[in-house]
């Protein structure tokens, strides 16, 4: 019987290691692969999915030119991804996320478990690299925690808080309301100049993505009232009264 080429290529493929990370789409491989029945080459993160018997590994994007492939338009080879870096910690609130790109800190998150947290992550910055948090990560996330627990300390961090040219305008504006105070979404609104776009302050406040650091828990509805928060409305009503009795000792 003769030796079948294709699965002897399959298979070959398949006992190598690389392997395991195109399938899992690993973000953090370091190598590439190409595929001979398209001509290209990705990254083991792409969202292609191509036969074993199809494809070879590359150790860099000009080794697999020197191969004859050209890089693939999905995921882009040749363009470096942005990298960000994370740390997470335990707060009154639950635990904490704190992320930083090369700008500054990118998001802040909350929520009951790192796992869940870092999926966060990975969805909002669907095309970034995502990496363990260096002495400047570790430093950012332990002020964000002290802030969280003494709310009226005055906190200088860099942001990269990215968004539309409204949302920017709205996360500055929420950065003005001092600890102890409330705003509702319509004074807001008119504080911008846009007495109309109430729906979109609100809008702009569930897309923050720096919690507490921007305070878009400081604002609530016309009538007094809490409204939804991204983090639960159970964690806005826990720093908004610990704000208030910040405020009171503060008097």
């Not at 609100?202 to 919690?211: E, F």
């Amino acid at each position: 019987m003769k030796p079948n080429p294709t699965a002897a290529r399959a298979l070959t493929t398949q006992s190598d290691p690389r392997w395991a990370a195109v399938l899992t789409r690993d973000r953090e491989a370091t190598f590439y692969y190409s595929v001979a029945t398209t001509g290209v080459y990705c990254r083991p993160s792409c969202g292609a999915r191509p036969k074993p018997e199809n494809v070879a590994f590359h150790a860099s994007c000009d080794a697999a030119e020197a191969a004859g492939f050209r890089p693939c338009k999905r995921c882009r080879p040749r363009v470096q991804p942005e990298v960000l870096r994370h740390a997470c910690g335990e707060s009154p609130l639950g635990t904490v996320l704190v992320a930083q790109s090369a700008s500054g800190i990118c998001a802040v998150l909350i929520g009951d478990a790192a796992a869940s947290l870092l999926d966060d992550l990975q969805a909002r910055f669907p095309k970034a690299r995502i990496g363990q948090g260096d002495e400047t990560t570790v430093a950012l996330l332990a002020q964000v925690l002290a802030l969280i627990s003494q709310p009226s300390r005055a906190i200088a961090v860099p942001l990269d808080a990215r968004g539309t040219v409204f949302q920017q305008a709205v996360w500055q504006a929420l950065r003005q309301i001092p600890p102890g105070e409330t705003r509702s979404y319509a004074e807001l609104a008119r504080a911008l100049g846009a007495p109309a776009a109430v729906r979109a302050v609100a809008g702009a406040c569930a897309a923050n993505p720096l919690a507490v650091v921007v305070p878009c828990h400081r604002v609530l509805r016309s009538d007094g009232t809490i409204s939804g928060y991204r983090w639960g409305v159970e964690r806005k009503q826990a720093l908004l009264a610990l704000e208030a009795r910040g405020a009171e000792t503060r008097e």
